[in-house]
């Protein structure tokens, strides 16, 4: 079992920045592909960015590129979604998930996902 648990969460003006954090517990977080995903009022769960277990590899949605950057320290079992310019489009509940299945290949699709944390909202105003 993993346990996650998000947190950073909150209100900022567009342009403005937010750090989230992911805490895991359970099993050896450091072995294992780490994602965000992220749920808007009214549409489906999209996927943000994931990092591979050594922090080599990185994927991103292209709504995000360039804007937002994943990070993970394995020693501390954390992992860090650095958003800068945010826009009102990114308000959300973002969602820290982990592929305990995968060790470097990075999927997109929140069904390649098997633990997932509660959640933690963002809300850009405009």
């Known amino acids: 079992q993993v346990q996650l648990v998000e947190s950073g969460g909150g209100l900022v003006q567009a342009g403005g920045s937010l750090r989230l954090s992911c805490a895991a517990s359970?099993?050896?977080?450091?072995?294992?592909?780490m994602g965000w995903f992220r749920q808007a009022p009214g549409k489906e769960r999209e996927f943000v960015t994931a990092?591979?277990?050594?922090?080599?590899?990185?994927r991103y949605a292209d709504s995000v590129l360039g804007r937002f950057t994943i990070s993970r320290d394995n020693a501390k079992s954390t992992v860090h979604l650095q958003m800068n310019s945010l826009k009102p489009e990114d308000t959300a509940v973002y969602y820290c998930?982990?592929?305990?299945?995968?060790?470097?290949?990075?999927?997109?699709?929140?069904?390649?996902?098997?633990?997932w944390g509660q959640g933690t909202q963002v809300t850009v105003s405009s």
């Open positions: 998930a982990v592929d305990s299945k995968r060790f470097q290949t990075i999927v997109t699709t929140d069904r390649g996902y098997d633990y």
């Open positions: 359970g099993r050896t977080f450091s072995n294992y592909v």
């Open positions: 990092i591979s277990r050594s922090g080599g590899s990185t």
